[in-house]
């Protein structure tokens, strides 16, 4: 196989993987509503975010009330970003444990309402790397630079194939769990039946002995 083949069949693998690890959208938010966006990150994770409004009227500025509000926040709650009022902005953060993140977008509530379309792009893992820096710092050639891509992106499949087992296992206890613990309550309920239909028998009983009907 050539040079010139083997980097061609190393971008497309590069590209392949990476569009697993990167997620970017456009969506319309109307005034007065919220939207959330989750993302399911794993510890120690880079990931970094950018969104920005869309001008509805290109050539002139943004009206006034076109503004909206950011939160990004973690699994348990803790916020990793906030904007108040702003027209884009971005992000960037290392998770300091794994689950959703969630990036919750609330648009100003306006007498005229309107409707908002906002960019959204949201990376992890080797798709939140700026390879360009990389690059222009190491002053590698394309060859190793798609090559260390490659690596990055393998490892982060070999870590993110240990996270998932990891959450299966969880998982699997959960249902363990889930499952002793109805059965537990199913013998329980069974004592209670079997309880009641034995005093139910007993009531009769000592009502037809009572009637002499017995």
Same mark, same amino acid.
């Given at each position: 196989m050539s040079e010139s083949n083997l980097i061609i069949n190393v971008f497309i693998i590069v590209g392949l993987l990476l569009s697993i690890t990167g997620e !970017? @959208?456009?969506f319309e938010l109307k005034s007065g509503n919220t939207k959330c966006i989750s993302e399911d990150i794993k510890n120690n #994770? @880079?990931?970094?975010g950018k969104y920005s409004l869309i001008n509805p009227n290109e050539g002139y500025p943004l009206p006034d009330n076109h503004r909206v509000t950011v939160k990004v926040t973690s699994p348990h709650g803790n916020s990793h970003h906030s904007g108040d009022n702003v027209e884009s902005g971005n992000f960037a953060f290392t998770a300091p444990e794994g689950g959703d993140y969630s990036a919750c977008f609330w648009a100003l509530e306006d007498k005229n309402p309107f409707t908002l379309t906002i960019d959204f792009e949201w990376k992890t893992g080797v798709a939140a790397k700026d390879w360009s820096k990389i690059a222009k710092k190491g002053q590698v050639e394309t060859m190793e630079l798609e090559l260390q891509k *490659?690596?990055?992106t393998v490892t982060s499949i070999h870590e993110e194939m240990f996270y998932l087992r990891e959450r299966e296992e969880e998982m699997q206890q959960l249902n363990r769990q889930t499952n002793s613990r109805m059965a537990s309550l199913g013998f329980l309920s069974l004592i209670?039946? *079997? !309880?009641? #239909?034995g005093l139910q028998i007993w009531h009769l009983k000592t009502f037809f002995e009572r009637k002499k009907l017995l």
């Open positions: !970017s @959208m456009r #994770a @880079m990931t970094v *490659l690596y990055d209670v039946c *079997l !309880s009641v #239909a």
